[in-house]
């Protein structure tokens, strides 16, 4: 039963446009989440995170929102860069509850074009 | 710098044969976890551990055991291997939230 979901499986943008990924949760224990970053032939990477007492965190060109009520939450990348093709990974955890195991979606691919 | 090593890097076994991932972690990271990726899904966990001497199973642990002797070390065996195993496996390594992986096992059973 997958608790997290990422219904776009890729998405292509323009060189310098936004980027939103999307990300739906099912179970309501998550508390904290993530999104991981992930090249061909290498682990996945950290890229932001954010907690559920927040609605929106920012790092530099990445932002998170999170709408708890709708169990939603999206990655905004702005502007968009060739290197930010990569496939990129939602994830949660139960953070209060010391449950640090990730819960992740099945992944979209971004393709920035020139 | 080097973080979560896994090796090897890729592997081709026969059906039935055994092998072990290895994993270390120079971190020294109380949580550990072996995840698989399979094409077009995200990761799933197959076993994690919460410290030295302590693991539990993940939502695929099936065909799979681990161990955890050190802080540094979560070596994933597989002993009887079937083609359902044929995936690439992450190991990773965390304090709390943040996940460090490794680089990847790419692994084929035929």
């Known amino acids: 039963d997958q608790q997290v979901k990422q219904n776009s499986p890729s998405l292509s943008v323009q060189e310098g446009r936004i980027s939103i990924l999307n990300c739906d949760y099912t179970?309501?224990?998550?508390?904290?989440f993530l999104w991981y970053k992930k090249y061909p032939a290498e682990g996945p990477t950290f890229l932001i995170s954010?907690?559920?007492?927040?609605d929106k965190n920012e790092d530099g060109r990445f932002t998170v929102f999170l709408n708890k009520s709708a169990k939603h939450l999206s990655l905004h990348i702005v502007p968009s860069q060739p290197g930010d093709s990569a496939v990129y990974f939602c994830?949660?955890?139960?953070?209060?509850?010391?449950?640090?195991?990730?819960?992740f979606g099945a992944g979209t691919t971004v393709t920035v074009r020139a | 710098n080097a973080g979560v090593t896994q090796t090897p890097k890729f592997r081709i076994l026969k059906i039935g044969q055994s092998m072990t991932l290895q994993c270390t972690q120079d971190?020294?990271?109380?949580?550990m976890y072996w995840y698989r990726q399979d094409p077009g899904m995200g990761l799933k966990l197959i076993y994690y551990?919460?410290?030295?001497?302590?693991?539990d199973k993940g939502e695929v642990p099936n065909g799979y055991n681990v161990s955890r002797s050190t802080t540094e070390d979560f070596p994933l065996r597989l002993e009887l291997a079937a083609p359902s195993q044929t995936s690439v496996y992450f190991c990773?390594?965390?304090?709390?939230?943040?996940?460090?992986f490794g680089q990847g096992t790419r692994l084929t059973v035929v």
């Open positions: 954010i907690s559920s007492i927040k």
């Open positions: 551990s919460v410290g030295a001497g302590i693991t």
């Open positions: 990773a390594s965390s304090y709390t939230d943040e996940a460090f």
């Open positions: 971190m020294n990271h109380n949580y």
């Open positions: 179970n309501s224990m998550f508390d904290y």
């Open positions: 994830a949660a955890i139960r953070y209060r509850r010391n449950d640090y195991k990730l819960s």
